[in-house]
């Protein structure tokens, strides 16, 4: 009897971009990264590229790609980030597609995925398609290859959800347990035998009649086996895990056995940490042992059609028990550690987005047909344009699409209406209702998405969308007192959150002080052209004033403005931007400030921006985050020399009696353990942060910390430090006949084992590892063959090895 084993990851993270910039901004919450993708790309999708079989003695011997042996999906926004932002990691897992297909009799394991994550049996028939299709032609884009199977967001699925993938070619999708209603054989005249409670035999294929005539296969996944990996210990060992599986079979049945597990990806590393590994043990177990044999959903279906027919509960989850009501109304299902709220606020916020929604389809029916030939299928062709933004895609779509050549101003119309389209499906993700807070970030991100819609709608039709929008929201009430409900909500997060392009024109000015912009630049999806600028400096005081040309990438709308920006050396700092108005008035505006400038006249400046720009002035607070970060932080940078200076002349003068007073074991006084932290600390980072790494230093801040039982701060210690390991792994790499780099890393690595943290030496090991199978045997060669200059060589680079858990033959 044949026994297969599938594990499929479902990998996917909410959209983050802000809508207005099409990028993440800095998330504070992700520290020592800079935003949770980042974060969870380092914990979890880099490792399953490169993950670690070990030996009996805990040795590294492979670095295998997880993905090429089981089977996976990305959510498509996630890889478009990852794309942009993660591209060796990206290249990986589209690498483990195609070994996959060597794996697997042809069958790639990559599924696609509906496109942003939507609940589709809450969608209307329209959104549906669109999902399906878009989630089709991103995978093809970025697979080179027709998707098999779909991944369903959260496995919600209706029956018309299935008629469109099968229509499109889609041959199966996974689903939980419990959506399973009845099955029988395929045969005639056999009853059918109820299942539900989750009592199906997940270990086949199923054969779902849809009422069109077409069908689709369904594999409904292990659910004990797959709770167990998510929510308890079973990647605690990778033996645990194969074994479960592997237990999993049964003597008793008489056909091809399919195992399979299905939980989130972020399982594997991130939610538990190194569970990458576990995982890479199981598959490597299970792909070298003759007790089953590893498959993907593809091959096994190829193999093994059903020979059993299922139907379904429809409207139904994965991760709701009472069907899809989670993300529209207060069920019960929530994320918990708030046994006082409740969530009722989801179905308001939904009643909300479907009026938006549906106030919008006509709208843009009667404009877009003005242009478009036909407005729906230029939507689901949108999808084009999203992977390529290129001038001469944009065209080519035209020509397909438009009923004649358009000028400037109606080319950015039709652009704007299909951006309020693709908003208006991204504002359906469905992590806005699955947590518990009207207020949370995932729930903050569909609302704000919500708003570019409102702010699209407005610009194109001029009416008061807006006002009939946020009455509709305010009936969302958040648990939160301050927070009140939706209206207020979008006032505080989602307004401020709103850019135009005068707000990056404010942004561009006052950034201009502190950064050297080209003639021609970027600020996120904006295109900035320098036509006219002038920077003056005196002291800590500095003047800017210029022209310039803004153009939104996405959109193709243009303006021209012009600014003023002062700013008196610290955070104060004052800017007026507003539209040009002619040469005339802005050769005025700009010989008036810079002569009160060249009299150190400041107020007389402030009053002059005020007057010239009216309402039309920003300031620090203006800047869109990560560069009002990286500009407070150099702002910052001399009043925290100042404190360190303090804090550093009380703990030279203090150190001896903090010493005594330890070797009393009296605890250290609250001021003389802040002084030693913050002094200590901030030394130890600057000292990962050198160029060279003076290892003498080093050691003594860190038998220093260790003596007056200092905290050290692991998060970012450790980031640094590891920043400064990988430096030097990659210069020895560069250049393999310097062993001074790897000298130092030898040295290093001896002191980070002792450590009050764990540093992650991935990296590192990839590089090793990659000089193992390359750089290594030639000098292991010369060293065979009588060069003894070799012999140094051999016996730092195996020591290196050992440091780093490797076992080196």
Not at 535 to 550: D, H
Not at 667 to 678: Q, R, S
């Amino acid at each position: 009897m044949e026994k297969y084993i599938c594990i499929h990851g479902h990998f996917y993270q909410p959209p983050r971009e802000n809508p207005w910039l099409e990028d993440i901004e800095l998330q504070d919450s992700a520290f020592p990264y800079h935003d949770w993708n980042e974060r969870i790309a380092a914990e979890c999708y880099a490792p399953n590229t490169v993950s670690r079989i070990l030996d009996g003695d805990g040795r590294i011997i492979r670095l295998p790609n997880n993905y090429a042996r089981m089977s996976f999906n990305f959510g498509p926004t996630l890889l478009a980030w990852m794309a942009d932002k993660a591209p060796k990691i990206y290249q990986a897992i589209l690498e483990a597609d195609r070994e996959s297909q060597n794996n697997f009799s042809g069958h790639g394991s990559a599924l696609g995925q509906a496109y942003n994550h939507m609940i589709m049996p809450l969608a209307n028939s329209r959104d549906k398609s669109t999902q399906v299709l878009w989630g089709i032609r991103d995978f093809e884009e970025r697979f080179g290859r027709k998707p098999e199977g779909m991944w369903l967001p959260e496995t919600a699925v209706d029956l018309e959800t299935l008629d469109i993938m099968a229509g499109l070619g889609i041959r199966f999708t996974v689903l939980a347990p419990r959506q399973a209603q009845k099955v029988r054989r395929i045969s005639p005249g056999r009853a059918w035998r109820d299942v539900k409670d989750g009592r199906i035999d997940p270990t086949m294929a199923y054969l779902l009649k849809l009422p069109s005539g077409r069908s689709m296969n369904l594999f409904f996944y292990d659910g004990p086996i797959s709770q167990a990996v998510a929510f308890e210990d079973l990647l605690g060992r990778g033996e645990n895990l194969a074994s479960r599986l592997v237990n999993a079979f049964s003597e008793e049945r008489t056909w091809p056995q399919l195992v399979h597990i299905a939980t989130d990806g972020e399982t594997y590393g991130h939610h538990h940490a190194h569970g990458d590994m576990a995982l890479a043990y199981a598959l490597d177990f299970l792909g070298t042992s003759d007790l089953a044999r590893l498959t993907n959903y593809g091959e096994y279906l190829e193999k093994h059609p059903p020979f059993f027919e299922v139907k379904i509960f429809e409207n139904s989850s994965w991760s709701c028990v009472h069907g899809v009501e989670r993300w529209w109304k207060d069920c019960g299902c929530n994320s918990g550690g708030h046994p006082g709220w409740n969530q009722a606020w989801r179905t308001p916020l939904r009643d909300a987005l479907d009026w938006l929604r549906d106030t919008l389809t006509p709208l843009y029916e009667q404009k877009a047909a003005q242009f478009l030939k036909d407005p729906w299928a230029a939507r689901n062709d949108y999808i084009s344009i999203i992977l390529n933004r290129s001038r001469e895609n944009l065209e080519e779509f035209l020509q397909q699409h438009a009923v004649r050549q358009l000028n400037p101003d109606e080319y950015s119309l039709v652009l704007k209406l299909l951006e309020a389209q693709r908003h208006a499906m991204l504002m359906y993700t469905s992590c806005g209702w699955f947590f518990d807070e009207l207020s949370g970030l995932e729930t903050v991100q569909v609302i704000q998405y919500a708003g570019r819609v409102v702010q699209l709608v407005q610009e194109i039709f001029g009416d008061g969308t807006e006002a009939d929008f946020l009455a509709r929201l305010e009936q969302a009430k958040s648990n939160v007192p301050d927070h009140g409900d939706g209206r207020r909500i979008y006032e505080k997060f989602v307004k401020p959150a709103m850019v135009d392009l005068l707000k990056v024109g404010a942004h561009y000015a006052i950034s201009s002080l502190y950064e050297n912009y080209q003639v021609q630049d970027k600020i996120y999806c904006y295109t900035i052209d320098r036509q006219d600028y002038r920077l003056t400096a005196e002291g800590n005081a500095k003047l800017a004033v210029g022209r310039i040309g803004i153009a939104s990438d996405i959109i193709t709308d243009t303006v021209t403005a012009s600014f003023a920006v002062l700013s008196l050396g610290d955070h104060n700092l004052i800017g007026g931007v507003r539209y040009f108005q002619g040469e005339e008035g802005y050769g005025a505006m700009a010989w008036e400030v810079n002569e009160a400038f060249a009299q150190a006249e400041f107020l007389e400046i402030i009053r002059l921006i005020d007057h010239h720009f009216g309402e039309s002035t920003y300031s620090l607070r203006s800047l869109f985050r990560d560069e009002q970060r990286k500009i407070l932080d150099q702002i910052m940078e001399l009043a925290i020399e100042e404190v360190r200076s303090d804090f550093g002349r009380i703990y030279a003068q203090h150190v001896p009696l903090m010493h005594f007073l330890n070797e009393l074991r009296v605890p250290l006084p609250w001021a003389f353990g802040a002084a030693a932290g913050a002094v200590l600390n901030l030394n130890l980072r600057r000292a990962f942060q050198e160029p060279e790494l003076d290892l003498e230093t080093i050691q003594t801040i860190l038998k220093e910390a260790h003596s007056l039982q200092v905290e050290l701060q692991g998060a970012g210690l450790e980031f640094f430090l590891r920043k400064a390991l990988e430096h030097l792994a990659e210069r020895f790499r560069q250049d393999p006949s310097d062993l001074g780099p790897c000298q130092q890393l030898v040295t290093v690595l001896m002191l980070v084992k002792d450590l009050p943290f764990e540093v992650n030496l991935w990296k590192i090991q990839n590089t090793y590892y990659g000089m193992l199978n390359s750089v290594y045997p030639q000098w292991r060669q010369r060293l065979e063959q009588g060069d003894e200059a070799a012999r140094a060589w051999v016996e730092l680079f195996v020591s290196l090895g050992e440091k780093l858990s490797f076992r080196v033959d």
